[in-house]
């Protein structure tokens, strides 16, 4: 039987994942030979903005790059009200990946978004899903192009 050392805010979780879930960490730690498992403090899910969206993906990104593809995963679950949930989860035992993430959610905590040139791509593509001929975002949203807006 393997020992695995689970981050405090991943044990803190289990147990609601499991009960409603059946996603455990024991087995999902030895699923891909990990260490332990940590949760990254970036979730998404069906209707994520493009804010969500580029958070996950950056941090899954930035994670994997530095600290290589299997150090990270994700773990999907069905949800009622918004379809489905992700949440990025890492190997606790790659040295200086547990330091990385905590570097990440003061990142968060200090300004909203891990990087603007993602989100803005995401946003564009939200607000402009045909491309450069119509802009769809809500009016009370503020939106720089001057594409006629389908509202018009």
């Given at each position: 039987?393997?020992?695995?050392?689970?981050t405090p805010e991943?044990?803190?979780?289990a147990?609601?994942f499991?009960?409603?879930?059946?996603?455990?960490?024991?087995?999902h730690?030895s699923?891909y030979?990990w260490?332990?498992v940590?949760?990254v403090s970036?979730?998404q899910h069906?209707?994520?903005?493009?804010v969500?969206?580029?958070?996950f993906d950056s941090?899954?990104?930035?994670l994997s790059?530095?600290?290589?593809?299997?150090s990270?995963a994700?773990?999907?679950?069905g949800?009622?009200?918004?379809g489905w949930?992700?949440?990025?989860t890492?190997?606790?035992?790659?040295?200086?990946l547990?330091?990385a993430?905590?570097?990440?959610k003061?990142?968060?905590?200090?300004?909203?978004?891990?990087?603007?040139s993602?989100?803005?791509?995401?946003e564009?593509?939200?607000?402009?899903?045909?491309?450069e001929?119509?802009?769809?975002?809500?009016k009370?949203?503020q939106?720089?192009?001057?594409?006629?807006n389908?509202?018009?």
């Amino acid at each position: 039987m393997s020992t695995f050392t689970h981050t405090p805010e991943a044990l803190e979780s289990a147990e609601a994942f499991d009960g409603f879930t059946g996603w455990n960490l024991d087995r999902h730690a030895s699923k891909y030979e990990w260490a332990g498992v940590g949760l990254v403090s970036v979730t998404q899910h069906r209707d994520s903005d493009a804010v969500e969206r580029s958070n996950f993906d950056s941090a899954k990104s930035e994670l994997s790059e530095k600290f290589g593809e299997n150090s990270v995963a994700v773990v999907s679950f069905g949800h009622w009200a918004v379809g489905w949930v992700e949440i990025l989860t890492f190997d606790t035992g790659v040295e200086g990946l547990a330091e990385a993430v905590a570097g990440i959610k003061a990142r968060l905590e200090k300004y909203a978004l891990l990087d603007e040139s993602l989100w803005s791509e995401y946003e564009w593509s939200e607000n402009h899903p045909e491309g450069e001929n119509t802009c769809y975002a809500d009016k009370r949203e503020q939106c720089s192009c001057e594409l006629p807006n389908i509202d018009d």
